[in-house]
């Protein structure tokens, strides 16, 4: 197709009267309003389809700006085919970017480039109207990606442009080369204000559902996060990012960090390299264990997994809070306690109550575990020789594993983030070679050490720690814990061991930080040493998670609570309802109350003077916006010539009044007596339409 | 309308105003609303620019208005060798007294026709535009007052500009109002035909003021009250007139100066003392908008004023 036929020019034809066209000015407040709800959604976006639709809403502007400086040629038009075309081309290249168009992405995309399409066709006054409604819809699309409050920041400018936009399209015609944006946005802004307490009012007390009428679909997106195998160089790798993987709310105390074992993905199986979940995957249960419990909840930042992180013993199952728990399924636990989903994670993150004991000893679930806890993989033929010669020294189960950690307290092991590569029989490298490492080159060969000499073990992966962040009181753990550690079974009861505090016992009071040496790549804020961008950082963190624990996750349960607290819980829900509208009213009420309030502290003269424009304007004769008082006064005598007294008596006392200096009090109220007289000489609007 | 004339008696200066209109209405006939703009112009101390064809009657006003007001006329005729002494006045030596003498040029009268003003070189064009705005001629070190009240009526035609000099826009500047006469209706056209030369008349004309008088009328009208609500409409104009809409048909890319608008704020004055009101009213700025502001905005005198009526329409009273 050539490209100059998308541009031809013809003169404006069709059905649509001039007064139904929209004027440049308003288009042009369009556009606006169309780049402000664009730019919010753009990040989530390829960078085609970002860029497609903010170029076609410039190009309409751009022809705009054409026809203003060639008044004379026909306003440039893009045929209506043209645009058909259009659209199905952006949906097959939606499809062929996506590889899907049934899907939450895609129809984002789509929908971003298809109201931009209809602006360049957007001509009457009843499609600026729909293209208001379409730009609200592309105003929630960037919440289906980030409920944090800066995505809430970032769609105001587009909230308050719906506002001037409408403003611009029921502006009085004959007034609008002189709409003023300014203006219209203060008046959006001031509208949008007084509708704020009742926003909040039905935020609190409008009934909820017990679940969302539709789940938000999730696409495949970006993982972090502990994965489903755990082989050399995959935890320290994670160990570099400073994301956060959760944070928890403690109800009582916040334990010491040498507890804080979040038990995560347990791997029982070995191929000599790698290391991946064992048959133990299946329903098991809580095990009855005795202690302190410590209650707190959890909110899981989105990582597409199905693992729950508890801390080390979880003693119930995870309660999550609000709309989630339906659509997701109750969680389990596992033979090997750990916690999973039946689905794995959504896009958005998730918030739910735990209850642990800590304890670092809990008796086996099944007698089969000792047995499927034994495998050595191919491979690692010195680590084998290795654990036949110190069984041959230490025939008891606790004395070798305690010769096991002191040789690695002993020899000169080094606890880096940065560990070599180990292609071929890792742990044979790790412990002979290199004898530098990570948590996971530690658990894997303390796992190793112990399978060999026929003690049943297993590697633990999960979090290590996690600091408190002093603004918000509560626990933030960041991929830079991730930690993998090692349970044994001895005597029918799984005992945890850490190798790693063994080489690195900081690792375990300090974190990360305080662990490796200097010139390792740590992330920032697992540094120690706290900087003013760290506060700031800890302060938005705050922020964010009160504005998740009080606004996005306000459910039924929390406003269950909340009514509660007001016992506004002894009423019926149609009280509910009803106190809900009075409310509403009253603060109607108010607002307009203190708009009369304002307008009688005016000056009365203008008050009996609009009151007068009103009455006119029904009888059929409105004041033109521009029209003077005395202009006005004679055009009225004219049409009413028997009260031409009266409304030249009008048109003098108030243009006196408005625009004379009448200095004197007593003056200006005879002027006053005498405009309220000749107003009152008229008959009522309905009288004067028909008189003649 | 029958509301101003109602409430013209209002003030003793507002009577003989009108009578002195009326009189000028006998001579120069149906053009009630450029003679009051012209009138309104001369007390509010400004200088007139009258665009338009030749015939119409700008030179029939210029004289009829120095006569009814009892002021000195002269007429100077722009040519493309018309030089600046010819306006001024040139000192010659005089034998007998062995002393240069200045010899007034037509410039030292109160009333003042510059016809055709664009045919004179712009040096000529400056040296009268010069001495309209210092109200003084500066000839040979010594400089020498123009008589008071001094108003010069100039006049130029916007349809033959070859070999036209056109008067920039810095000089146009000067002019407070910019009027058209136009052709007269049918009715005023047949009383024209049927009723002889009107220039004749001219010469039977009373005088009904002097100098003196239209000084203290010119006082007066300064003084005309001007209230914060107009000086808001005022105000709204300007900006409109700058483009601060945001409606890109309005916007102009020459917007009106602050001066525009004390030119303006005059002009409404005088205007308003002439419909017999103390003060100044809306009215009276949307009748002298168009003039004041018609050669001050882009695309010539026309133009302006049509841009300068939809800006009237636009902006809406305070």
Same mark, same amino acid.
């Given at each position: 197709? !050539?490209?100059?036929?998308?541009?031809?020019?013809?003169?404006?034809?069709?059905?649509?009267?001039?007064?139904?066209?929209?004027?440049?000015?308003?288009?042009?407040?369009?556009?606006?309003?169309?780049?402000?709800?664009?730019?919010?959604?753009?990040?989530?976006?390829?960078?085609?389809?970002?860029?497609?639709?903010?170029?076609?809403?410039?190009? $309409?502007?751009?022809?705009?700006?054409?026809?203003?400086?060639?008044?004379?040629?026909?306003?440039?038009?893009?045929?209506?085919?043209?645009?058909?075309?259009?659209?199905?081309?952006?949906?097959?290249?939606?499809?062929?970017?996506?590889?899907?168009?049934?899907?939450?992405?895609?129809?984002?995309?789509? &929908?971003?480039?298809?109201?931009?399409?209809?602006?360049?066709?957007?001509?009457?006054?009843?499609?600026?109207?729909?293209?208001?409604?379409?730009?609200?819809?592309?105003?929630?699309?960037?919440?289906?990606?980030?409920?944090?409050?800066?995505?809430?920041?970032?769609?105001?400018?587009?909230?308050?442009?719906?506002?001037?936009?409408?403003?611009?399209?029921?502006? !009085?015609?004959?007034?609008?080369?002189?709409?003023?944006?300014?203006?219209?946005? $203060?008046?959006?802004?001031?509208?949008?204000?007084?509708?704020?307490?009742?926003?909040?009012?039905?935020?609190?007390?409008?009934?909820?559902?017990?679940?969302?009428?539709?789940?938000?679909?999730?696409?495949?997106?970006?993982?972090?996060?502990?994965?489903?195998?755990?082989?050399?160089?995959?935890?320290?790798?994670?160990?570099?990012?400073?994301?956060?993987?959760?944070?928890?709310?403690?109800?009582?105390?916040?334990?010491?960090?040498?507890?804080?074992?979040?038990?995560?993905?347990?791997?029982?199986?070995?191929?000599?390299?790698?290391?991946?979940?064992?048959?133990?995957?299946?329903?098991?249960?809580? &095990?009855?264990?005795?202690?302190?419990?410590?209650?707190?909840?959890?909110?899981?930042?989105?990582?597409?997994?199905?693992?729950?992180?508890?801390?080390?013993?979880?003693?119930?199952?995870?309660?999550?809070?609000?709309?989630?728990?339906?659509?997701?399924?109750?969680?389990?636990?596992?033979?090997?306690?750990?916690?999973?989903?039946?689905?794995?994670?959504?896009?958005?993150?998730?918030?739910?109550?735990?209850?642990?004991?800590?304890?670092?000893?809990?008796?086996?679930?099944?007698?089969?575990?000792?047995?499927?806890?034994?495998?050595?993989?191919?491979?690692?033929?010195?680590?084998?020789?290795?654990?036949?010669?110190?069984?041959?020294?230490?025939?008891?189960?606790?004395?070798?594993?305690?010769?096991?950690?002191?040789?690695?307290?002993?020899?000169?092991?080094?606890?880096?983030?940065?560990?070599?590569?180990?292609?071929?029989?890792?742990?044979?490298?790790?412990?002979?070679?290199?004898?530098?490492?990570?948590?996971?080159?530690?658990?894997?060969?303390?796992?190793?050490?112990?399978?060999?000499?026929?003690?049943?073990?297993?590697?633990?992966?999960?979090?290590?720690?996690?600091?408190?962040?002093?603004?918000?009181?509560?626990?933030?753990?960041?991929?830079?814990?991730?930690?993998?550690?090692?349970?044994?079974?001895?005597?029918?009861?799984?005992?945890?061991?850490?190798?790693?505090?063994?080489?690195?016992?900081? $690792?375990?009071?300090?974190?990360?930080?305080?662990?490796?040496?200097?010139?390792?790549?740590?992330?920032?804020?697992?540094?120690?040493?706290?900087?003013?961008?760290?506060?700031?950082?800890?302060?938005?963190?705050?922020? !964010?998670?009160?504005?998740?624990? !009080?606004?996005?996750?306000?459910?039924?349960?929390?406003?269950?609570? &909340?009514?509660?607290?007001?016992?506004?819980?002894?009423?019926?829900?149609?009280?509910?309802?009803?106190?809900?509208?009075?409310?509403?009213?009253?603060?109607?009420?108010?607002?307009?109350?203190?708009?009369?309030?304002?307008?009688?502290?005016?000056?009365?003269?203008?008050?009996?003077?609009?009151?007068?424009?009103?009455?006119?304007?029904?009888?059929?004769?409105?004041?033109?916006?521009?029209?003077?008082?005395?202009?006005?006064?004679?055009?009225?005598?004219?049409?009413?010539?028997?009260?031409?007294?009266?409304?030249?008596?009008?048109?003098?006392?108030?243009?006196?009044?408005?625009?004379?200096?009448?200095?004197?009090?007593?003056?200006?109220?005879?002027?006053?007596?005498?405009?309220?007289?000749?107003?009152?000489?008229?008959?009522?609007?309905?009288?004067?339409?028909?008189?003649? | 309308?029958?509301?101003?004339?109602?409430?013209?008696?209002?003030?003793?200066?507002?009577?003989?105003?009108?009578?002195?209109?009326?009189?000028?209405?006998?001579?120069?006939?149906?053009?009630?609303?450029?003679?009051?703009?012209?009138?309104?112009?001369?007390?509010?101390?400004?200088?007139?620019?009258?665009?338009?064809?030749?015939?119409?009657?700008?030179?029939?006003?210029?004289?009829?208005?120095?006569?009814?007001?009892?002021?000195?006329?002269?007429?100077?005729?722009?040519?493309?060798?018309?030089?600046?002494?010819?306006?001024?006045?040139?000192?010659? *030596?005089?034998?007998?007294?062995?002393?240069?003498?200045?010899?007034?040029?037509?410039?030292?009268?109160?009333?003042?026709?510059?016809?055709?003003?664009?045919?004179?070189?712009?040096?000529?064009?400056?040296?009268?535009?010069?001495?309209?705005?210092?109200?003084?001629?500066?000839?040979?070190?010594?400089?020498?007052?123009?008589?008071?009240?001094?108003?010069?009526?100039?006049?130029?035609?916007?349809?033959?500009?070859?070999?036209?000099?056109?008067?920039?826009?810095?000089?146009?500047?000067?002019?407070?109002?910019?009027?058209?006469?136009?052709?007269?209706?049918?009715?005023?056209?047949?009383?024209?035909?049927?009723?002889?030369?009107?220039?004749?008349?001219?010469?039977?004309?009373?005088?009904?003021?002097?100098?003196?008088?239209?000084?203290?009328?010119?006082?007066?009208?300064?003084?005309?009250?001007?209230?914060?609500?107009?000086?808001?409409?005022?105000?709204?104009?300007?900006?409109?007139?700058?483009?601060?809409?945001?409606?890109?048909?309005?916007?102009?890319?020459?917007?009106?100066?602050?001066?525009?608008?004390?030119?303006?704020?005059?002009?409404?004055?005088? *205007?308003?003392?002439?419909?017999?009101?103390?003060?100044?009213?809306?009215?009276?700025?949307?009748?002298?908008?168009?003039?004041?502001?018609?050669?001050?905005?882009?695309?010539?005198?026309?133009?302006?004023?049509?841009?300068?009526?939809?800006?009237?329409?636009?902006?809406?009273?305070?």
């Amino acid at each position: 197709m !050539n490209a100059s036929t998308w541009f031809t020019l013809r003169p404006q034809r069709g059905t649509t009267t001039v007064r139904d066209l929209l004027t440049p000015a308003q288009i042009r407040c369009l556009g606006v309003l169309l780049l402000a709800a664009q730019l919010p959604q753009a990040p989530h976006l390829p960078i085609w389809v970002a860029a497609t639709g903010i170029m076609l809403v410039g190009l $309409r502007i751009v022809l705009l700006r054409r026809d203003r400086l060639r008044p004379q040629a026909p306003p440039a038009r893009i045929p209506s085919w043209a645009l058909a075309v259009f659209a199905v081309a952006a949906a097959l290249a939606v499809r062929a970017s996506f590889g899907y168009l049934a899907g939450r992405d895609p129809s984002v995309a789509f &929908l971003y480039i298809l109201v931009a399409i209809k602006f360049l066709e957007t001509r009457s006054t009843r499609d600026g109207t729909l293209l208001i409604c379409l730009a609200c819809f592309l105003l929630v699309t960037p919440f289906f990606y980030s409920q944090s409050p800066l995505a809430a920041i970032v769609v105001l400018p587009a909230v308050l442009g719906v506002g001037v936009a409408l403003d611009a399209l029921t502006c !009085n015609r004959t007034a609008l080369p002189a709409f003023d944006w300014r203006s219209a946005l $203060r008046r959006s802004a001031v509208m949008i204000l007084q509708g704020l307490p009742v926003a909040a009012l039905l935020f609190v007390l409008f009934p909820r559902l017990a679940a969302p009428l539709w789940g938000l679909p999730s696409d495949y997106g970006a993982q972090s996060g502990l994965s489903d195998s755990m082989s050399p160089g995959q935890i320290s790798e994670l160990s570099l990012s400073d994301a956060v993987a959760f944070r928890v709310d403690f109800d009582g105390p916040v334990p010491p960090p040498a507890l804080r074992y979040w038990r995560g993905p347990v791997f029982s199986r070995f191929d000599g390299r790698t290391w991946s979940p064992g048959p133990f995957m299946l329903r098991g249960g809580v &095990l009855p264990v005795e202690g302190p419990v410590v209650t707190y909840t959890v909110t899981l930042e989105p990582n597409h997994r199905r693992s729950l992180f508890a801390l080390d013993l979880p003693v119930a199952l995870p309660v999550f809070s609000g709309g989630a728990a339906p659509l997701i399924g109750a969680p389990y636990i596992t033979i090997d306690q750990q916690l999973l989903m039946r689905a794995p994670m959504g896009a958005e993150s998730l918030r739910y109550s735990q209850q642990s004991v800590l304890r670092s000893r809990f008796p086996a679930m099944s007698s089969l575990e000792s047995r499927a806890n034994l495998g050595v993989g191919e491979g690692n033929p010195r680590t084998l020789a290795l654990a036949a010669q110190l069984r041959a020294l230490h025939p008891d189960d606790s004395a070798y594993i305690g010769a096991i950690l002191e040789k690695f307290t002993r020899e000169d092991f080094v606890y880096t983030l940065a560990p070599p590569l180990f292609e071929r029989d890792p742990v044979d490298l790790f412990l002979f070679g290199e004898r530098r490492g990570f948590c996971e080159h530690y658990a894997s060969a303390f796992v190793l050490l112990l399978r060999a000499a026929g003690i049943p073990a297993r590697v633990v992966t999960g979090y290590q720690g996690g600091a408190v962040n002093p603004r918000g009181g509560y626990m933030i753990v960041r991929q830079s814990d991730a930690h993998a550690w090692a349970e044994a079974m001895i005597g029918g009861q799984w005992q945890r061991y850490d190798p790693t505090a063994a080489v690195a016992p900081s $690792r375990i009071e300090l974190g990360l930080g305080g662990a490796l040496s200097a010139g390792e790549p740590v992330p920032f804020l697992a540094r120690l040493d706290a900087t003013w961008l760290t506060g700031v950082q800890l302060a938005w963190d705050a922020f !964010n998670h009160d504005w998740r624990r !009080n606004f996005i996750d306000f459910n039924r349960d929390r406003q269950r609570s &909340l009514w509660r607290d007001w016992r506004l819980d002894q009423f019926a829900p149609w009280q509910v309802v009803a106190l809900i509208a009075l409310t509403i009213f009253a603060w109607g009420a108010m607002v307009v109350g203190w708009l009369m309030w304002k307008r009688r502290h005016q000056e009365r003269a203008l008050v009996l003077w609009d009151d007068l424009n009103r009455r006119l304007a029904r009888a059929g004769l409105p004041r033109q916006p521009h029209e003077g008082p005395l202009a006005f006064a004679s055009r009225a005598a004219q049409r009413w010539p028997q009260f031409a007294i009266a409304f030249a008596a009008i048109g003098e006392s108030f243009a006196e009044l408005r625009y004379g200096s009448v200095p004197v009090a007593r003056e200006r109220d005879a002027l006053v007596a005498t405009l309220e007289r000749a107003i009152d000489v008229l008959p009522a609007p309905a009288a004067l339409r028909t008189t003649h | 309308m029958t509301l101003r004339s109602a409430s013209q008696a209002g003030t003793p200066s507002a009577a003989r105003l009108a009578l002195i209109l009326a009189q000028l209405g006998r001579i120069v006939v149906g053009k009630d609303e450029p003679l009051r703009l012209a009138l309104a112009c001369l007390l509010a101390r400004g200088h007139l620019l009258i665009e338009d064809i030749p015939g119409v009657g700008k030179s029939t006003l210029a004289q009829a208005l120095a006569a009814t007001l009892g002021l000195k006329y002269s007429r100077v005729q722009f040519t493309s060798d018309l030089l600046p002494a010819d306006v001024l006045g040139v000192s010659i *030596y005089d034998e007998r007294s062995q002393s240069f003498r200045f010899h007034p040029g037509p410039i030292f009268n109160s009333v003042v026709l510059a016809d055709e003003i664009n045919r004179a070189p712009p040096k000529t064009q400056s040296a009268l535009l010069e001495a309209m705005e210092e109200r003084q001629v500066s000839q040979d070190g010594q400089t020498r007052k123009l008589p008071e009240p001094f108003f010069v009526i100039a006049t130029q035609n916007p349809t033959e500009q070859i070999g036209a000099y056109p008067l920039p826009e810095s000089q146009l500047d000067r002019f407070l109002l910019a009027i058209e006469l136009g052709y007269p209706d049918s009715a005023a056209e047949r009383e024209l035909l049927s009723g002889g030369d009107r220039r004749s008349r001219i010469g039977d004309t009373a005088p009904l003021a002097d100098p003196a008088t239209l000084a203290d009328w010119q006082r007066e009208a300064a003084a005309i009250h001007v209230a914060p609500a107009l000086l808001d409409y005022v105000q709204a104009l300007l900006a409109a007139s700058r483009g601060h809409t945001g409606s890109g048909e309005a916007a102009s890319r020459r917007g009106l100066s602050p001066r525009a608008g004390l030119m303006l704020l005059a002009a409404a004055r005088a *205007y308003a003392l002439i419909g017999g009101r103390p003060m100044v009213l809306p009215e009276d700025v949307q009748a002298v908008f168009p003039s004041v502001a018609g050669h001050r905005l882009a695309g010539g005198t026309r133009a302006g004023a049509l841009q300068s009526q939809s800006l009237l329409r636009a902006v809406p009273l305070p």
